[in-house]
């Protein structure tokens, strides 16, 4: 199934229930094909009956076959009318053998599922499905050397669900009580982002104090050790030359 919009359900007192709604396309049938079943070990074992499922190599884009989950009796699944189902020879197609048929469009073909977001429950669903049955061209059974290969179909199956009132008031509550959680997380991040900036910056003012005391200190040993190390009468020498200095101007 693929995502196509988010909704929003009416429940009871006003309230909305927030769902996803999916629904069957091409692009999954197309990921439901098994890409292995097409090897000759894959179709020995489907008609020897070890697998409950045909070789989908041999069926439509979009339709599945069922023959090997049905004692072998050529019964093909797909969308009714034959919805979403592709040849590569468009003359070929099952719809171009059978009278009468029109092209499927619309919602009245989809096969849609509603889903809660919060817990994955499904609220609402339609399920459409097709059966139905291969006819191939056979020289050793009269009937079957007067028409070409076919699929008719013999059925459609529906299957719908809704959840009441209740269930959905249910999960209304459900995502009130989420809603407020995350705002209360988003709130505890927040507080705490400012909290870590905060600290951040009152680190960096203790660390540039301590960093200019530190050259301070450092600056003043240096005098000092530069104060000793000079010889005793350096003082008064540099006294003599500066008066020596100010006579001469």
């Not at 007192?13 to 990921?31: H, I, M």
């Not at 203790?206 to 200019?212: G, K, T």
């Amino acid at each position: 199934f693929t995502f196509v919009e988010a909704l929003e359900l009416e429940a009871d007192n006003g309230d909305f229930v927030s769902v996803l709604a999916y629904e069957l396309q091409a692009a999954g049938l197309q990921e439901a094909r098994m890409s292995f079943n097409c090897e000759e070990a894959f179709r020995k074992m489907a008609e020897a009956g070890v697998v409950n499922r045909g070789s989908d190599c041999d069926a439509f884009q979009g339709t599945f076959d069922l023959s090997a989950a049905n004692n072998r009796i050529p019964y093909v699944w797909s969308l009714p009318h034959f919805y979403l189902v592709e040849a590569q020879d468009s003359t070929q197609h099952p719809r171009n053998n059978l009278i009468g048929f029109v092209t499927p469009t619309g919602p009245r073909y989809r096969s849609m599922a509603v889903v809660e977001v919060e817990s994955g429950k499904v609220v609402q669903s339609m399920i459409k499905e097709q059966i139905s049955i291969r006819l191939y061209t056979d020289e050793q059974n009269y009937f079957f050397t007067k028409h070409k290969p076919v699929i008719i179909p013999l059925y459609w199956k529906f299957e719908t669900k809704n959840a009441t009132t209740a269930e959905r008031q249910m999960l209304a509550s459900f995502q009130g009580s989420f809603s407020g959680l995350n705002a209360g997380f988003i709130a505890c991040v927040v507080l705490g982002a400012v909290s870590l900036l905060a600290a951040l910056f009152f680190g960096m003012l203790l660390y540039r104090e301590n960093a200019l005391q530190t050259v301070e200190e450092k600056r003043k040993k240096i005098q000092a050790e530069l104060a000793s190390a000079l010889p005793p009468g350096h003082e008064d020498a540099d006294e003599e030359t500066a008066q020596m200095r100010t006579d001469f101007d």
